[in-house]
């Protein structure tokens, strides 16, 4: 069975579903990408990840790291295995140092704990030829059009106003950081975060 390497390109609210996000899987060596519809509360965990931002308490995955280091149990990769009547189907391969096990697990938990342990993400080609797709140039761009015109909701003078990221200033934008912390919006901080780090 010949593996695929994925990586992830974007992570985005669903049009299809409400309360659901769309998480952008593209080939490594090749321009096919794999859209997988996941939960926001595993969307939220890929996002903190993926930012680098340290939640106030351990989130579920972050917990099954500290367990699996505990027990010298340590992630190897992410396979994405199977797709049947529309659902994804992954495991997480695992070893103790003496043998090799897997773990059945949604896709979206799988990568999750894949990222905090800086394994790869593979697939098989049934599952990218069956539901991967090609982009052309032309909606790669608007696609990148727009992520930079990305907005967030922000309070000032006791209302609520949509401001552009890129027009707050960098003290503002760091108060932002901090609040949307505190209050355990991880979508929010991490595109605080993007815009800090355009300005870096």
Do not use: W
């Not at 390497?5 to 952008?24: D, K, M, N, P």
């Not at 529309?86 to 695992?94: E, L």
């Not at 934008?173 to 355009?198: S, T, V």
């Amino acid at each position: 069975m010949k593996k695929i390497q994925l990586e992830i390109l974007g992570l985005s609210s669903s049009q299809s579903q409400t309360g659901s996000f769309a998480l952008v899987l593209g080939e490594r060596d090749g321009n096919r990408r794999l859209p997988i519809i996941i939960g926001m509360f595993e969307a939220q965990s890929i996002a903190i990840q993926i930012e680098k931002i340290n939640p106030n308490r351990p989130l579920t995955h972050d917990l099954f790291k500290s367990f699996a280091e505990q027990v010298n149990v340590s992630i190897t990769e992410v396979l994405i295995s199977d797709l049947k009547e529309g659902v994804f189907y992954s495991k997480i391969m695992c070893t103790d140092g003496d043998k090799e096990f897997e773990l059945d697990a949604r896709p979206s938990d799988a990568i999750a704990i894949g990222l905090r342990f800086g394994v790869p993400i593979y697939t098989v080609e049934s599952v990218l030829s069956e539901a991967g797709i090609i982009l052309s140039d032309l909606e790669e761009e608007e696609e990148e059009t727009a992520e930079d015109s990305a907005t967030v909701k922000t309070s000032g003078s006791g209302s609520t106003t949509k401001e552009s990221l890129h027009q707050t200033s960098v003290d503002e934008l760091n108060k932002m950081l901090n609040e949307a912390l505190e209050k355990e919006d991880y979508e929010k901080a991490a595109k605080i975060r993007d815009e800090l780090n355009k300005r870096n």
